[in-house]
């Protein structure tokens, strides 16, 4: 396995591809920091994660939902 320094171009490609989960940035719209792109990708899916996680607490402890 190869490994990336840092500071190269093919690093900020990979990181890039990994924060756009591989779409063209043009999809994503204008994003201000890195912060805010995170929020973005990830915020549905750990309230999804939340819910889940809720669903099965109650489900083992016979409450309703």
């Known amino acids: 396995m190869q490994t990336i320094h ?3 171009d093919d690093y900020a490609d990979l ?9 063209v940035n043009a999809q994503l719209g204008a994003h201000i ?7 973005d990708i990830w915020a549905p899916r750990a ?8 669903a099965i607490a109650q489900a083992s402890l016979g409450r309703p939902a």
Do not use: C, K, Y
């Open 47 to 54: 309230r999804a994660m939340t819910n889940a996680s809720l």
């Open 15 to 23: 990181m890039d591809f990994v924060m756009s989960g591989g779409r």
């Open 33 to 39: 920091d890195q912060a805010e792109l995170i929020s």
């Open 6 to 8: 840092p500071d190269s």
